[in-house]
T-cell receptor, first 115, second 112 residues
Framework: DTGVSQDPRHKITKRGQNVTFRCDPI?????LYWYRQTLGQGPEFLTY????????KSRLLSDRFSAERPKGSFSTLEIQRTEQGDSAMYLC?????????????FGPGTRLTVT | QKEVEQNSGPLSVPEGAIASLNCTYS??????FFWYRQYSGKSPELIMF????GDKEDGRFTAQLNKASQYVSLLIRDSQPSDSATYLC????????????FGTGTRLTIIP
C-alpha cells in the first residue's frame, strides 16, 4: 500500500513568483485534503476534494491560491504571486470515505520558502 | 477560546515511565478525535483515533475520551527515546464538517 506522496519536497522561490505543488493520494482514497503548517502551529485546513469536486475552501485560501483535482486522482495546489507569509509546510492528506469515522493520512509535505 | 487546546510543553518524561498528553476542545458536537505524532521536520503520522467515550488501547498507546468534559488524552506506556516528538491532537467537529482542527501540539521529550 503506497502512502500519500507529494512533489516537490522542498521549494525555494522569490517573492512574486508562482509555484505549484502536486499530491498523489493513497490509491483507493476518494477524499483529498490540503493543510498548511507554520512553525510551532498545528496544521490549518485549506481545502478538500471528494473525487474531482472541491467541496470546501477555508477563508485562509485567498484568491492567490487555487487547487484542482481534475480526474479525481492527483491534486495540485498553486500559489500565485507568492509572499513571504506563504512560507510554510504544505501538507496533503487523503481518506477513504469521509464522515465522522474516517482517518486522514498525511503525505511528507512540501516545504515552501519564499525569499 | 481556542477550538482545540493543548499544553505546548515541553513535557519531559523518564524512559520507561508513562507519558500523559492532554487535549480539550470547545465544540460539544465534535465526534471524532485523533492523535498524530510529528517528528521535527516531518509530517504528522496518525497513531490513534477514538470515536466513543472511554479508553482505546493499541500497543503502548491508550487514548481516552470524555465527551461530557470535552477532554481527550493520550497515554504512552513504557516511554522510549524514540517517542520524543510533538503530539498533535485533532478533532473533527460536527456532522458535515470534514476538516480536522488541530491543537498546537505538545512537545514530548523522553529522558534516557
Amino acid at each position: 500500500d503506497t502512502g500519500v506522496s507529494q512533489d516537490p519536497r522542498h521549494k525555494i522561490t522569490k517573492r512574486g513568483q508562482n509555484v505549484t505543488f502536486r499530491c498523489d493520494p493513497i490509491s483507493e482514497h476518494n477524499r483529498l485534503y490540503w493543510y498548511r503548517q507554520t512553525l510551532g502551529q498545528g496544521p490549518e485546513f485549506l481545502t478538500y476534494f471528494q473525487n474531482e469536486a472541491q467541496l470546501e475552501k477555508s477563508r485562509l485560501l485567498s484568491d492567490r491560491f487555487s487547487a484542482e483535482r481534475p480526474k479525481g486522482s492527483f491534486s495540485t495546489l498553486e500559489i500565485q504571486r507568492t509572499e513571504q507569509g506563504d512560507s510554510a509546510m504544505y501538507l496533503c492528506a487523503s481518506s477513504s470515505m469521509g464522515g465522522q469515522r474516517d482517518e486522514q493520512y498525511f503525505g511528507p509535505g512540501t516545504r515552501l520558502t519564499v525569499t | 477560546q481556542k477550538e482545540v487546546e493543548q499544553n505546548s510543553g515541553p513535557l519531559s518524561v523518564p524512559e520507561g515511565a508513562i507519558a500523559s498528553l492532554n487535549c480539550t476542545y470547545s465544540d460539544r458536537g465534535s465526534q471524532s478525535f485523533f492523535w498524530y505524532r510529528q517528528y521535527s521536520g516531518k509530517s504528522p503520522e496518525l497513531i490513534m483515533f477514538i470515536y466513543s467515550n472511554g479508553d482505546k488501547e493499541d500497543g503502548r498507546f491508550t487514548a481516552q475520551l470524555n465527551k461530557a468534559s470535552q477532554y481527550v488524552s493520550l497515554l504512552i506506556r513504557d516511554s522510549q527515546p524514540s517517542d520524543s516528538a510533538t503530539y498533535l491532537c485533532a478533532v473533527k467537529q460536527n456532522f458535515g464538517n470534514e476538516k480536522l482542527t488541530f491543537g498546537t501540539g505538545t512537545r514530548l521529550t523522553i529522558i534516557p
